[in-house]
């Protein structure tokens, strides 16, 4: 079994905004066309769904729906549908 640490949901939620942030801040420039309120948008989605997602992100550690072992009989079944080499 194996754990997930606090740092690394904290670093997952800090990279995803990033790329959410920029996409948020570049369809609100589309639509509005001021730089100024894509930018304020942006901002305040930058805090408000940096917490949501770390907090989602916890709260799937404690699901184990979809969480395998390596080496359970499950993970192999998954591993050998999922990895099979294809015929060319």
């Known amino acids: 079994m194996y754990a997930v640490s ?3 949901s904290l670093i997952k939620s800090i990279t995803w905004r990033v790329v959410a942030s ?5 369809i609100a ?3 509005t066309g001021k730089i100024s309120w894509a930018s304020s948008i942006a901002s305040l989605e930058i805090i408000t769904k940096t917490f949501l ?3 989602h992100e916890r709260g799937w550690n404690y699901i184990f729906w ?3 072992v390596k080496g ?4 192999k079944f998954f591993k050998k549908i999922l990895f099979k080499k294809r015929k060319s």
């Open 6 to 8: 606090r740092k690394r």
């Open 22 to 26: 920029a996409d948020t801040f570049l």
């Open 29 to 31: 420039w589309f639509i």
């Open 53 to 55: 997602y770390y907090f």
């Open 66 to 68: 979809g969480k395998y």
């Open 72 to 75: 359970s009989k499950k993970f």
